[in-house]
């Protein structure tokens, strides 16, 4: 009789104390949810998207193929996209940092290509009866001279914006594979193929140079590009093409397979 109500007492305590838990549990407060990642995408055509074909916003060539859309679709990431087609440095100063402050998290950027003339050195080179080893040259010359003083106030004013974020910054890839020539016009020709891919190479080393002098991270695109240059069989940039703003630039697979794997590989 007397273990019966000995375990008659220990199941009803038992019961107190559960309640008491369960109450004690509900009255504390929750756990805040984590802020989504703050990451804006910052530069010219080749991170706007130009090339895809599918704009969201025509006037700076935006697009949701475009590699920053699947960078923030992958991290559930809030993007704040300012990449705009044809983007030089001085543009990148005066319009595209609004949306960047202290609790931004992520920046990625290209730029730098439109303040050599390079889109023009490349005209030059699918030009009918035109030699553009001259327009390479004066493009590359350029590059040297002028760009890294460029690039600096660029890359001083995003980390004085934001000065807690992560900044990635995205290299060029060759564009051609420098072996055949291909399409209607069979233009640019090997030799000058072969020595825009150095300029490229020289673009890429002066980008990553001064990336890093900024305690910035390179991403170098130009491996993941290997293979997929214009005239290779499958290609992640387009050639010659209407509209005409499309040519030279990443198609839906570079953005995917070149730009996106390459900067995600480096996020980790």
Not at 123 to 145: F, G, H, M, Q, W
């Amino acid at each position: 009789m007397i273990l019966a109500r000995l375990a008659s007492t220990a199941l009803a305590a038992t019961a107190v104390f559960a309640l008491l838990a369960a109450a004690a549990a509900q009255a504390q407060p929750r756990e805040p949810m984590s802020a989504p990642i703050d990451y804006v995408a910052l530069g010219d055509s080749y991170s706007s998207g130009t090339g895809t074909g599918d704009y969201f916003d025509e006037a700076c060539r935006r697009s949701d193929k475009a590699y920053p859309r699947l960078l923030a679709d992958s991290l559930g990431a809030e993007l704040t996209f300012g990449a705009c087609s044809g983007a030089r440095t001085a543009d990148l100063l005066a319009k595209q940092l609004g949306p960047l402050d202290a609790e931004t998290d992520l920046v990625t950027v290209t730029i730098g290509g439109n303040d050599i003339g390079w889109a023009q050195a490349i005209k030059a080179c699918v030009t009918p009866l035109t030699n553009c080893i001259d327009d390479i040259e004066a493009s590359e010359a350029r590059a040297s001279d002028e760009l890294p003083g460029l690039l600096d106030g660029a890359y001083s004013a995003i980390a004085d914006r934001a000065p807690n974020a992560e900044v990635y910054v995205l290299g060029y890839p060759r564009l051609f594979n420098g072996m055949r020539t291909c399409g209607t016009l069979k233009q640019p020709n090997v030799a000058e193929q072969v020595r825009a891919n150095e300029a490229a190479d020289r673009l890429a080393g002066i980008v990553q140079n001064k990336a890093e002098e900024h305690g910035f991270t390179y991403v170098d695109v130009r491996g993941a590009f290997e293979g997929h240059a214009i005239c290779d069989d499958l290609a992640y940039l387009n050639g010659l093409k209407y509209p005409a703003i499309e040519s030279y630039h990443p198609n839906v697979l570079g953005h995917r397979n070149g730009y996106f794997s390459a900067v995600s590989r480096m996020i980790g």
